[in-house]
């Protein structure tokens, strides 16, 4: 009763906080929104507008105002917080703001193409929940480190820092086009203006309450987004699994067809797509239903086989390849299911998620990273324990979409409309959502809106806390600021970031790329960052070359995969050595399984020099050159900032030389090199 009470009261008492407070942000966003649904309902816009329209109405007036720099890039969730209820904000803002957009659409299209492979394969990635939970957990109970760059720029110095640093504005730049991307498919064809009009003002949305809000909003906003995005997909698997036909949860499509020699085989072009009509019974989806190669002789001005082969050359004849189970059934065919147990059965990109999602992954991720430091260590690792659990769940759940698709496509192909056919196939939401009607389509499209905004506005707070206080923070002192010690400037630094992060985000939409090329290629690029962070829970002393070695290594194999599969270049590059197995994706997971054995023993070859962890002197302990080179490109942007670039930027790792010694002996700051001692490490290791 006591705990009912208390929820009555801050339920009754938050709109009067809120109109108190925020008077002009609350009435002037609502009465906006209210001329824009007037104005589409005089037009009779699509109905899926007014799902979008309806969400910034909900969220936008009772987002948060917040003022204090601290409770912008922390939420409140300081490091005492450790109660059941903290555990539950963290656990649904961590797990909402990680099922991305994309990532619910390629679990669908990977369930669509392996079954229930496919699911597992990127349900997969979410063990990275248990990788952050633990390494943060460590290093914060046993260094006092209170942010990630903190303790890379502690143990590895300020280049391993900014390169660092590089790399998550990466991901967080690919964050942004990655969910517009998908959002705009519910709105219109590829590159027209309500596509396009889709993309811009699903990112918009984030970037009104994420300015005003940051962390903060980004947390409140979290738990309706987690609550709205559950429960619509338990009415989306209710309705899968009513309309499902039988072997649903088992279901693999993919395998090849062996053709009888008896009756004749299918020789010409029309004999090979007659099979596929006679079962689908549309020329357009019969297409997709077979492969037709025509005969061929190795001299490309031949074409008959008797001359080929007078002239010594190689003649190849016809083939036709079914790819449907009911097609070849009916033309007489053996159909042989892809084993699932297999690299070609999608177990290749399960071994990838796996070992990304382990080992090095989620930690250019600060969506996630930035969660783990906030309320008490052991209060973060049982949230981020929880939020893996919830995340993956839904991840695994949603791919059922994918399955259906597919499953229905094959099956009933006469029941999905021609238009939809290609799509539903692949497993594609947007299709499957369709094949029900406007009710389902629109359930879908909140769920991916939910998703989408969800993870943006965490990403625009990411930006807002890696540019502000950490990036800034640099220029300033030598090493990046916790949230804890974050000002006034380093708040206005992170809402003008977050502005041009989000116009900038969205130019890669020119290019038309693939949402899954954000995780898988950028997965492949940080392979070398995970064995440095994982090593911050017991490497001591100053280590650049342990940062370094591995982290460039990825970089490099990463930038060649990207290359070899490059229309520019992938002519030119030839990688096939590294392929493993013979599955669709072998040459990637080659690369993972190789590149990160590699930056593994990079890693650990560089502990054995200095084993005893001594602090080395190093070139920037003097002056910090490359710091000094940017503070001084970046001079016009202080001024405007408020000028504070100055020339106490040196490196935290200040050292000076002991005259008539060999050696060179470094003196690190006690503050520096003890974090425990700080008052707010103090509350972190309390718990």
């Avoid at 399955?403 to 094959?410: D, K, T, Y």
């Avoid at 094949?435 to 989408?452: D, L």
């Avoid at 690190?668 to 001692?677: C, F, H, N, R």
């Amino acid at each position: 009763m006591a705990s009912g009470s208390r929820l009555t009261l801050w339920l009754s008492s938050f709109p009067k906080y809120a109109f108190k407070q925020h008077r002009l942000h609350f009435w002037g966003t609502l009465i906006i929104l209210i001329i824009f649904f007037v104005v589409m309902m005089a037009c009779r816009i699509n109905l899926q507008w007014f799902w979008l329209l309806l969400y910034a109405a909900l969220i936008l007036p009772f987002a948060p105002y917040v003022t204090k720099p601290e409770f912008f890039y922390r939420g409140g969730l300081t490091s005492e917080k450790k109660g059941a209820r903290h555990i539950v904000l963290l656990a649904a803002s961590a797990s909402i703001s990680w099922v991305f957009a994309k990532s619910i659409l390629n679990a669908s299209l990977l369930g669509g193409e392996y079954g229930i492979v496919g699911a597992c394969a990127y349900t997969a990635y979410y063990t990275s929940f248990a990788s952050v939970g633990t390494v943060i957990y460590l290093i914060r109970t046993r260094q006092g480190y209170r942010s990630l760059p903190e303790a890379i720029n502690e143990r590895y110095g300020s280049m391993a820092t900014l390169a660092f640093g590089l790399a998550v504005l990466f991901r967080l730049y690919q964050e942004v086009w990655s969910n517009a991307l998908v959002v705009a498919g519910f709105y219109g064809a590829e590159h027209t203006k309500e596509w396009w009009l889709g993309a811009c003002l699903s990112t918009a949305i984030p970037v009104i309450y994420s300015v005003t809000g940051g962390m903060r909003a980004s947390l409140v906003t979290d738990v309706a987004q987690s609550i709205t995005c559950v429960g619509f997909l338990i009415a989306l698997l209710i309705v899968l699994g009513v309309n499902a036909p039988a072997g649903f949860g088992s279901w693999n499509g993919a395998g090849t067809c062996n053709l009888a020699a008896d009756p004749t085989p299918l020789v010409t072009a029309d004999q090979c797509s007659a099979a596929a009509f006679n079962w689908l019974g549309d020329s357009t989806k019969a297409a997709l239903a077979y492969n037709y190669t025509a005969p061929s002789c190795n001299y490309a001005t031949i074409n008959s086989q008797s001359v080929c082969t007078s002239v010594g050359g190689v003649y190849s004849a016809s083939t036709c390849q079914l790819l449907q189970q009911p097609v070849c059934s009916r033309a007489g065919g053996e159909w042989l299911p892809q084993k699932r147990a297999s690299l070609e059965g999608g177990m290749d990109l399960l071994s990838v998620g796996l070992l990304q999602g382990i080992l090095s992954y989620p930690f250019f991720d600060p969506v996630l990273t930035d969660r783990a430091f906030l309320a008490s260590p052991k209060a973060m690792l049982i949230s981020f324990l929880l939020a893996g659990l919830i995340s993956g769940s839904f991840i695994f759940l949603f791919a059922f979409t994918g399955i259906f698709g597919n499953m229905v496509a094959i099956l009933k192909p006469t029941t999905v409309p021609a238009g939809i056919y290609a799509n539903m196939l692949l497993g594609n939401p947007t299709a499957v959502s369709k094949y029900f009607g406007t009710a389902m389509y629109s359930v879908t499209n909140i769920i991916f809106i939910t998703e989408s905004l969800s993870t943006l506005d965490s990403t625009f707070t990411s930006a807002a806390k890696l540019l502000g206080p950490e990036f800034l923070g640099i220029l300033e002192t030598g090493h990046p600021q916790p949230p804890q010690t974050a000002t006034k400037r380093h708040l206005r630094a992170g809402r003008i970031i977050i502005v041009i992060l989000a116009v900038i985000g969205i130019l890669p939409l020119l290019a038309s790329p693939t949402a899954l090329n954000a995780t898988t290629v950028s997965g492949t690029l940080i392979m070398g960052l995970g064995p440095p962070v994982w090593f911050l829970i017991f490497v001591k002393g100053y280590r650049p070359l342990t940062f370094h070695l591995p982290f460039w290594w990825g970089i490099a194999m990463g930038v060649v995969f990207q290359l070899s599969t490059a229309a520019c270049c992938k002519d030119y590059i030839n990688v096939r050595g590294f392929a493993w197995g013979t599955g669709g994706s072998n040459t990637l997971l080659g690369f993972n399984v190789i590149g990160t054995a590699v930056a593994w023993g990079l890693a650990g070859l560089t502990l054995l020099e200095n084993s005893e962890g001594s602090n080395l002197i190093m070139a920037a302990a003097h002056g910090n050159n490359i710091v000094k080179v940017i503070q001084k490109g970046l001079q016009p942007l202080d001024r405007l900032l408020g000028g504070k670039f100055d020339k106490g930027a040196a490196s935290a790792h200040e050292a000076h030389a002991v005259v008539g010694s060999d050696d060179v002996v470094c003196t690190i700051p006690k503050e520096d090199d003890q974090l425990q001692t700080d008052a707010a490490a103090k509350q972190d290791m309390a718990v």
